[in-house]
């Protein structure tokens, strides 16, 4: 069983930072990417930054310069260091594993963590 455990998340003012961190678990092959997505109230879920296991990143542009994942490969661990947050930040924010099996990928969700940014 693939788990994806997240932490960090919380209320923090506008300007402040947060540190999220996902512990991927279980049984699994090789991973591709890890990965973070949020999830605003009443929207669809939206990429916000991806790592590949050879450490390319990708992000949404509304968090470029301000948000930074990594990854911990031997601990199979991913971070997103936010920075300078916004409201609009605001969001339950879910971390993402893709893995792969005898050329199949397949994609696990953990369970989300609430970031608030609020005055």
């Known amino acids: 069983q693939v788990q994806l455990v997240e932490s960090g998340g919380g209320l923090v003012q506008p300007g402040g930072s947060l540190r999220l961190s996902c512990v991927a678990s279980g049984r699994f092959f090789s991973i591709s990417a890890m990965g973070w997505y949020r999830q605003a109230p009443g929207k669809q879920r939206e990429l916000v930054a991806t790592i590949t296991a050879g450490g390319r990143t990708n992000y949404a542009d509304s968090v470029k310069g301000r948000f930074t994942i990594s990854r911990d490969n031997v601990q199979n661990t991913v971070y997103l260091q936010m920075n300078s947050l916004k409201p609009e930040d605001t969001a339950v924010y879910y971390c993402?594993?893709?893995?792969?099996?005898?050329?199949?990928?397949?994609?696990?969700w953990g369970q989300g963590t609430r970031v608030t940014v609020s005055s």
């Open positions: 993402n594993l893709r893995v792969v099996d005898q050329r199949v990928w397949t994609d696990y």
